[in-house]
């Protein structure tokens, strides 16, 4: 399984990125897709999951309204699209994948195992 994060860059308060991850190595009908982020001196959060089959989301509190997650299944690609971004998103971003039950994606650190290698986030105020 390979997971290539990227779009990561210095932006100021107010402003728009898109985070993309480039997916390959298995058959993801049964798995989930997320974004974790972890700013410095801090756990790993979530931030946003999308099931491959479904669709459904998910989104962390902290970003409703300003975030939003898609997948473009025919190029095995998801996208966060980060809008209105605050000096506290500034962290380094993973994409993630694993497997999920029912309809709604998992928001759990533990329901994922594969990690891309992260592409940091830097907003300033």
């Known amino acids: 399984v390979q997971l290539q994060a990227s779009g990561g860059g210095l932006v100021q308060a107010g402003d728009s990125l898109r985070l993309s991850c480039a997916a390959s190595g298995r058959t993801w009908n049964s798995y989930a897709m997320g974004w974790f982020r972890q700013a410095p001196g801090k756990e790993r959060e979530f931030v946003a999951a999308?099931?491959?089959?479904?669709?459904?989301?998910a989104l962390a509190d902290s970003v409703k309204g300003r975030f939003t997650i898609s997948r473009d299944s025919a190029k095995n690609a998801v996208y966060l699209q980060m809008n209105s971004l605050k000096p506290e998103d500034t962290a380094v971003y993973y994409c993630t994948t694993g497997r999920y039950i029912g309809f709604r994606p998992p928001t759990s650190l533990q329901s994922y195992g594969d990690w891309g290698q992260g592409t940091l986030v830097t907003v300033s105020s």
């Open positions: 999308i099931t491959w089959s479904y669709g459904t989301t």
